[in-house]
């Protein structure tokens, strides 16, 4: 079986593991697995690491099999709506989306 495991430490960093075994492993054997591959995801063990298999959140009794991609994912500091939101307040109605290119003498949002 080959399973990949994928962990992102910090922001714009992602370290792919990829694990050769007889047996189908859980979730925490294989988090065993990277604690031992990886020093960073061992040394922030404390903190609350998302669990997901391709995108979909799991257990740590889920199961894995052949081909799977487990994901260890930080647990995110600003809610996305809201960091949309504020960037979208400091460019400026004018300046964003829709508003951005529009031909002189045209209706707003066309």
């Known amino acids: 079986m080959r399973i990949e495991i994928a962990v ?3 922001p714009r960093q992602l370290d792919v593991f990829e694990w050769v075994i007889n047996e189908a ?8 697995f990277l604690s031992t591959q990886s020093n960073l995801y ?3 063990s404390d903190q609350d690491w998302q669990i997901a298999v391709w995108a979909k959140p ?8 052949d081909g799977d991609r487990l994901e260890v994912l930080r ?16 460019q400026g109605a ?8 529009r031909r002189a003498g045209a ?4």
């Not at 004018?94 to 290119?101: H, Q, V």
């Open 75 to 90: 647990p995110l500091r600003v809610d996305p709506k809201v960091a949309r939101r504020e960037r979208f307040q400091k």
């Open 42 to 44: 061992a040394s922030q």
């Open 8 to 10: 992102s430490v910090a």
């Open 94 to 101: 004018k300046t964003a989306g829709l508003f951005a290119k």
């Open 25 to 32: 492993p859980t979730v925490d054997q294989a988090l065993f």
């Open 107 to 110: 209706k707003p949002g066309y």
């Open 58 to 65: 799991v257990e740590h009794t889920y199961v894995l099999k």
